[in-house]
């Protein structure tokens, strides 16, 4: 006879969204969430990073419908990294889950969350994006960091993609990852690599989407090169020596390949975007065989692509979409 403790939702999770003046984007977000969240009495912190807007405003009006809606403000803004840090050592439950205020969720799979959480008491969750559809990776119980990084690294560079234990959120060696550009996939696989054992699991659960504003710059084709090349390759191989080199190796270069980042149509956009140049392809050339594996010739082709070119295939592309038929 199982003979645990049922725990009540309401102080079992917290959900925290870091932002910084983006109160349209908040405003969708509360009006998404907010329903969802009601049936179990989630704890929802808005952790503005000292935004110009009005964010603080409307986070008071939406806590008349909501009264465990509480908003933290910082006093001068600390930067993105900090301001996640803030936002997950805010959380006094069991588990935090930082919501990216571009994010929105799937109610439907709530119940699976609340089950396995107070059930198995994982150290981390991680949960399936729905246009990511990874139908390929079954759901699974990890014990082995390696197995982790090789399958699903990759993924996990989406913010709202893991739920936070204490335990994680205690030893996590923020300080170290600060300015990589993944500090909450630093913070994750550090801890664990220091763990004689753990268990992460993974859903297979579609629980967040994106929202239909437009998008921010997190995949600015200007900065694809710095971030999903030099930064993402020196944060892989960074971590920690008891991780494999396959497992590094193999999760560096498989961002590439499902985000085709590093396909023609986007180098394109890098090329018209100013992020693809020679002195940038010299910049990060160390780096392709990782990120990019046999696709050096190709983005040193892209390197030189005519800009004259790119604007007419671009404005081509869009005529079409348009219209339905080429320009010429």
Known sequence: MDNKPVIDPSELLTLCMPTYNRV?????ALEDIIPKIKPYNFRLVVVDNCSPDNT?????????LYDRLEYFGQDENKGYDINFETALKLAKTPYCWVIGDGNRLQAQNFPAIVKTLSEQMPDIYIVDEVH????SFPPKVYTDASDLLHDLGWHMTLLS???FSQKIIRMGNFEKYRNTHFLHLGVVFDSLARLDKFTAVWSGLDLIHGSMLPKGNSW????VMEIFGGAWTELILSL???L???AKRYCIAFHGRKTRLFGKRHLKKQRAAGGLNYSIYKKYEKYIPYFAPGKRLRILIYSFYPNFLNR???RNKRYIRKTGKPLF
């Open 312 to 314: 007419y295939y671009w």
């Open 132 to 135: 990511r559809a990874l139908s």
């Open 161 to 163: 993609s893991t739920i």
């Open 244 to 246: 494999s080199m396959e």
């Open 24 to 28: 349209v984007n908040v405003c969708e």
């Open 56 to 64: 603080r405003k409307v986070v008071e009006a939406y806590q008349g």
């Open 240 to 242: 920690p020596d008891n």
């Open 220 to 223: 600015n084709p200007g900065r």
